[in-house]
T-cell receptor, first 112, second 115 residues
């Protein structure tokens, strides 16, 4: 079975500072890993994914994530946070099928 | 394309009533997913279809829940009878399957409140 853990329910960061939202996964075989963002009263929007290749993946809105196989992690990062980045972030995993299993989400608040 | 369309956007009903949620996937997509989002459990996959056929319904919480996909452009999720603990946001998502690794497109969700 596959699972995803987002150990932090809430992350606060000052505007302009780097941000990290953590994700660890458990899956047999090679994982497909995803990050989605959810703004209030909206559906989930795709940010980036790792399938294979370079461990550093770049996505939308200046976000990037690093796949670390030994630590089974896929942390989301951004060098300089914006107030508009404040939202709910979800990490997800699949085993190659098209159905994703999501973490419980991390609420990011960027403080002006 | 208008994206994944869900209706209604909000539904308030009383316990015991039947509730039907509707989804129109993106044209050409062959996978459709139903997810439920609650504060306690986060995002849960309820069921998904491939080419209108249910593939995995192991996430459907109980027999009160049923889902159908009569054609490639329409799916329903029905709860009968509804209970207060069914209150949640229900998302539909679709994708064109490419052997895995695709990122589904999500609809705006239906916020269900059962009184």
């Amino acid at each position: 079975a596959q699972s995803v853990a987002q150990p932090e329910d809430q992350v606060n960061v000052a505007e302009g500072n780097p941000l990290t939202v953590k994700c660890t996964y458990s899956v047999s075989g090679n994982p497909y890993l995803f990050w989605y963002v959810q703004y209030p009263n909206r559906g989930l929007q795709f940010l980036l994914k790792y399938i294979t290749g370079d461990n550093l993946v770049k996505g939308s809105y200046g976000f990037e994530a690093e796949f670390n196989k030994s630590q089974t992690s896929f942390h989301l990062k951004k060098p300089s946070a914006l107030v508009s980045d404040s939202a709910l972030y979800f990490c997800a995993v699949s085993r190659g099928a098209n159905n994703l299993f999501f973490g419980t989400g991390t609420r990011l608040t960027v403080i002006p | 394309d208008a994206g994944v369309i869900q209706s209604p956007r909000h539904e308030v009903t009383e316990m015991g009533q039947e509730v039907t949620l509707r989804c129109k996937p993106i044209s050409g997509h062959d996978y459709l997913f139903w997810y439920r989002q609650t504060m306690m459990r986060g995002l849960e996959l309820l069921i998904y279809f491939n080419n209108n056929v249910p593939i995995d319904d192991s996430g459907m919480p109980e027999d009160r829940f049923s889902a159908k996909m009569p054609n490639a452009s329409f799916s329903t999720l029905k709860i009968q009878p509804s209970e207060p603990r069914d209150s949640a946001v229900y998302f539909c998502a679709s994708i064109l399957g490419t052997g895995g690794g695709g990122s589904p497109f999500f609809g705006p969700g239906t916020r269900l409140t059962v009184l």
